[in-house]
């Protein structure tokens, strides 16, 4: 028994070391890929070509003094930070990154994400009210509404690739596309596709739907009232989630650990030598940078925008997409189904 | 290891659900009520219902507490008037409870259930929980499923038929409108003749 705890520990951190890392160098990306957006440098100073910078940002975070606001509710500001990185960090357990390569390989991996992603909400909600702060509260309200409506849209889409896959095991949703890139759900089911990635940024409260930050308008949401490390737990937790959203945006549409060329006479062969884990990496840069394009692009959405484009627009196009992707199976089309 | 974690988390659900009724603040007796849900899905998983404790994560933990937190957290809330009734409440809750324990007492109790001694049967090895449930809840309890869904449909809608209010003078936006909105009909380009200057520097001073 203490065999498998060993084995399972040491999976756990194999797999969330790397995970702070990337979140760690994934603040230094954006700052430098927005500021060559923006015609700037970005961070640049520390270490070379600025690789230290989010070490040291991290250093100095950890010196700061923790300040609780007056009348705050004590145990529950500081549970919150805990409560947002817990789920963050326990989904990871059911992502394959290669074959095999698995923490947890359980049937209902698809809805142990649904739950945990959705447990993510509780961080913000205690946050904001536990602060005793009104722009803390106005965060915390707008982004447990936009979390709660976007994860319906969110839901749906993973029930077409549910649907399309025939399980809900994530190693066995990657294996149902098996194949050169013309194989993989994207194609298939393009409109979830797209509507699982506008509500993922959305689930994770980013730019052009950060209105729960909105720091024109309400300084930094929910998280306001937070201060060192605290403060760099939500922020870990956030870029934890945005991660995720690409991680699992390329296990359901983009094939997972398939090289794009998989099972091609020439180029599958030549590509076989490349491990499972570089691609599925590779697709999941993609869609981070996105993150990051997006950031650097639009501006952001108006509050009722944001509700109008998700209960009005997302959910009726995946309802829809739905009842034809039912269609499809039945009728067999193309080389998915 | 299996018994010791069920009585882990049976006791932590029997504390939070005891300071759920027990706990002065609304917003703090919500999160208790979270905790427990939480708990009975793990003693669900530890059963083997894995599909069952997940989904009460999603629907109850994930959706219906998040909008209750809501709700609690935007109403001023007092405690002590909560208090007051206790008392008048007592007998009739009471009733309530012993009604339920013995409702229990009875099920549990039945030869038919069998659930002392007899237990849950143990599942197969490559038991698909999701896949079980599915099958059946399409095929054997279709029409039972279905007319659930429809009644759960008709609440809905007469849950918003009821709280439906058109109030007179609102100001709200015509979305379309705002759409469609374009250049031609925001934005009016004059073309003006330049005037000569009048009188100058000299003239204003004057």
Known sequence: ?????????????????????????FTYFERRVIGHMQDRRGPNRVGYKGLLQPFADALKLLFKEITVPTHANRVLFLLAPALSIGPAVAVWAVIPFADGWVVADINAGLLYILAMTSLGVYG?????????SKYALLGTLRASAQVVSYEIAMGFALVGVLMAAGTMNLSGIVEAQAGPFWNWFW???????LVYWISGVAETNRAPFDVAEGESEIVAGFHVEYSGMAFAVFFLAEYANMILICVIAAIMFLGGWYSPFHGLPVLGPALDWVPGIVWLLLKACFFAFCYLWFRATFPRYRYDQIMRLGWKVLIPVTVVWLVVLTVLIYAGVGPWF | ???????????????????????????????????????????????????????????????????????????????????????????????VAVLMVLQLGVVILSDDVALVGGLIPEP????????????????????????????????????????????????????????????????????????PRQGGEGAERQ
């Open chain 2, 1 to 95: 290891m299996e018994q010791a974690v069920f009585y882990l988390f049976a006791a932590i659900l029997l504390f939070a659900a005891t300071m759920v009724i027990t706990v002065r603040n609304p917003v703090q007796a919500a999160l208790f009520l979270v905790l427990a849900f939480f708990n009975a899905a793990v003693l669900w998983v530890l059963v083997g219902a894995e599909f069952l404790g997940i989904a009460l994560v999603v629907v109850y933990v994930g959706a219906v507490m998040v909008l209750f937190l809501f709700v609690v957290m935007m109403l001023d809330i007092t405690a002590a008037p909560m208090r007051e009734g206790f008392a008048r409440y007592l007998p009739v809750g009471i009733l």
């Open chain 1, 124 to 132: 913000i909600i205690v946050a904001g009210w536990a602060s005793n």
């Open chain 2, 124 to 195: 197969a090895a490559d038991a698909d929980n999701i896949r079980a449930i599915g099958t059946v809840l399409y095929t054997v309890y279709v029409y039972p499923f279905e007319i659930a869904a429809v009644i759960l449909l008709v609440a809905i809608v007469a849950a918003i038929t009821l709280t439906l209010r058109r109030r007179q003078g609102t100001k709200h936006q015509n979305i379309e409108e705002q759409l469609s909105a374009n250049k031609a009909n925001r934005l009016r380009v004059l073309k003006m003749e330049a005037e």
């Open chain 1, 187 to 193: 194609l298939p089911l393009l409109p979830l596709f």
């Open chain 1, 1 to 25: 028994m203490f065999e498998t705890l060993f084995w399972t520990f040491s999976k756990i951190w194999a797999v969330l070391i790397p995970l702070f890392i990337g979140v760690a160098y």
